[in-house]
Nanobody, 121 residues
């Protein structure tokens, strides 16, 4: 069973910073792309940032210049450094990964349980 576990969420004042982490665990053949989505109150889930295995990042326009995505050398852990946080960044942040469980089957998408980020004065 493959699992994604997030950590690092919390309560922070506007202008503050948080670092989110997500690690893949269990049995799998390889981890392909990984990324972060978020879902704010009354909003749809949206892509925040993603990174390919090769290290190519993609960012939503709303977080460009403030957030930085990175991965470890083993490609099984993804981080999201969030700076200059705004109240509109308040959301549950979900880790996503495209994982190849076995070379005999196509890869599939996996989601973490989510971690709450609240930005408030």
């Amino acid at each position: 069973q493959v699992r994604l576990v997030e950590s690092g969420g919390g309560l922070v004042q506007p202008g503050g910073a948080l670092r989110l982490s997500c690690a893949a665990s269990g049995t799998y053949f390889s981890v392909n792309a990984m990324g972060w989505y978020r879902q704010g109150p009354g909003k749809q889930r949206e892509l925040v940032a993603s990174m390919t295995t090769g290290g190519t990042p993609t960012y939503a326009d709303s977080v460009k210049g403030r957030f930085t995505i990175s991965r470890d050398n083993g490609r099984s852990t993804v981080y999201l450094e969030m700076n200059s946080l705004k109240p509109e960044d308040t959301a549950v942040y979900y880790c996503y990964a495209d994982i190849l469980s076995s070379p005999r089957a196509p890869s599939g998408g996996y989601w973490g349980q989510g971690t709450q980020v609240t930005v408030s004065s």
